[in-house]
């Protein structure tokens, strides 16, 4: 059963939608990025650190924020409603050991260890969004004497604002460029990470490679592996980051799209 259809409200459906969506564009940029890490350790150590880096300040700027206002806002909510309190008291519990994980993942002194704690914070914060989604939100949503949109009313880490962030940093940082698919900007380091979004799932794919590309520093390249050729992405690339990055076809099917993107 949806959110939507236990809503007590229409405001309401819609403010749970919100939620979800961004809960969705954070689980796909945290994906990409530990993708990146994971890719480094492997196979360019070297640029891991610088990897990891990118990884926390995300956190630190994104994701801790979302789980705090979550505590202010959501939670406290929730653990008035009898069906919720230890299931809130568990949510808690998810929070704390989010924040342990950015903190080994802060302090890791190996590309090894640093691909270990983001892959397990992944794992442990998309089991969360999980929850938050098809149990916590619908309560809130469902409950006739709580306003979900009056809760959510400006709480902007909950909602989205630190993408426009991001967005702002990249367009500052772009060069210039097609930024389309071309045969500029090839890369000859056979170290050059690589992303297969094949197996992710349709709803997380977009956001799993913004999160990926978000990673890649200027002058350094990734390659996307896609089931089919990504013009729509790369448009909505392009869009968010204009003239940054170049596109180089490596592959075009039948079973895989390979693509050279190369940060400017």
Same mark, same amino acid.
């Given at each position: 059963?949806?959110t939507l ?23 796909? /940029?945290?994906?990409?990025?530990? &993708? ?19 990884? $926390? ?7 801790? #924020? ?5 505590? @202010? ?14 299931? $809130? ?6 929070? @704390? ?9 802060? /302090?890791?002194?190996?590309?090894? @260890? ?29 409950? #006739?004497?709580i306003s ?21 940093? &990249? ?21 050059? #990470? ?14 799993? $490679? ?5 990673? $890649? ?21 392009e869009d ?11 592959? @075009? ?12």
């Amino acid at each position: 059963m949806s959110t939507l259809t236990l809503a007590s409200d229409p405001q309401d459906a819609a403010a749970a939608e919100a939620v979800e969506a961004h809960h969705t564009h954070l689980a796909g /940029e945290l994906a990409g990025r530990v &993708a990146l890490l994971i890719a480094d350790a492997e196979r360019d150590p070297a640029h891991a650190d610088e990897t990891r880096r990118a990884l $926390v300040d995300f956190c630190d700027h994104d994701l801790v #924020p979302h789980a705090v206002a979550e505590e @202010r806002t959501l939670y406290p909510a929730a653990r008035d409603l009898p069906a919720a309190r230890l299931l $809130v008291d568990g949510m808690l519990a998810e929070h @704390r050991g989010i924040v342990a994980l950015v903190d080994a993942l802060r /302090e890791a002194r190996s590309a090894v @260890r640093a691909a270990a704690a983001g892959r397990a914070l992944q794992v442990l914060f998309e089991e969360h969004l999980a929850k938050e989604n098809t149990l916590v939100l619908p309560l809130l949503a469902g409950a #006739p004497d709580i306003s979900l949109a009056g809760l959510l009313s400006g709480m902007h880490d909950l909602l989205g604002h630190g993408h426009a962030r991001e967005d702002d940093e &990249a367009e500052a940082g772009a060069r210039g460029g097609c930024g389309g698919s071309c045969g500029c900007g090839g890369s000859d380091d056979a170290d050059v #990470p690589e992303l297969d979004v094949r197996d992710i799932p349709h709803s997380l794919r977009h956001a799993t $490679v913004f999160g990926a590309i978000a990673a $890649v520093p200027a002058g350094r390249a990734m390659v996307l592996v896609a089931p089919h050729d990504p013009l729509p992405l790369l448009a909505q690339i392009e869009d968010r980051h204009p003239g940054a990055f170049a596109v180089e076809y490596l592959q @075009r099917g039948p079973e895989a799209w390979r693509l050279l993107m190369t940060h400017r």
